[in-house]
């Protein structure tokens, strides 16, 4: 779902949710809207994509990190992430859950200003495995000014919403279940050769 530009000077134009990925996936979702900063404010604004994203998850949105160009990303986890691109249009990010010992799966939103304006991307029900770093790119495809440019990078804002820890089971414990797996087995096959 998007919200369309009012102004003249600026527009939607092929902005789509496939601008940005994850692990080689489009997002689910996308928002953009015109004058919306979701770098404001102590954390974040989630305005711009209002209810656009309703339908995929139903807590609150929460900040996971912020990023401004020339900065850097200040969160210590559980999730962390990386970020190019910063001077131009386009460019490259990751996710990391430096957990060893949880999955996490949640709503992922990756929200860019620039020029004004704003586009959020939702990525629904992202599992991101303990230790395990995802992939991804973005470019920014709406348009500023009378020569319909594409406007440079601004800032970034990350929110998560649903977010579900699933702690790893143990090795220990594959192996306690391979072993009763067996036991049932065998039991299994003298109990039919008693019939």
């Known amino acids: 779902m998007c919200a369309l530009a009012f102004n003249a000077h600026a527009a939607i134009g092929a902005a789509s949710a496939a601008d940005v990925t994850l692990a080689g996936q489009p997002a ?35 900040l996971l990190d912020k990023y401004e160009a020339g900065g850097s990303f200040t969160n210590a986890g ?30 992922l ?5 620039a020029g004004n304006q704003g586009g ?24 500023v000014g009378m020569n319909g ?8 804002t990350l929110f998560g919403q649903d977010m579900v820890m699933t702690p790893v089971p143990e090795p220990g414990t594959y192996a306690m279940l391979l072993a009763g797996l067996g036991v049932a087995g065998v039991a299994m096959r003298r109990k039919r050769k008693v019939h």
């Open 109 to 113: 939103i990756f929200a860019i200003h």
């Open 120 to 143: 959020a991307w939702l990525f629904d029900n992202e599992t991101i495995n303990a230790g395990q770093t995802l992939e991804g790119t973005w470019q920014i495809m709406w348009t």
């Open 78 to 107: 559980p999730l962390t992430f990386t970020f190019t691109g910063d001077t131009g249009t386009s460019g490259e990010w990751t996710v990391t859950n430096t957990s060893a010992t949880h999955n996490i799966t949640l709503d």
């Open 149 to 156: 440019a594409h406007p440079e990078f601004s800032n970034l």
């Open 28 to 62: 689910d979702a996308f928002a953009y809207q015109e004058g919306w900063n979701p770098h404001a404010g102590p954390q974040g604004d989630t305005s711009g994509f209002g209810s656009a994203f309703d339908g995929f998850g139903s807590g609150d949105y929460s």
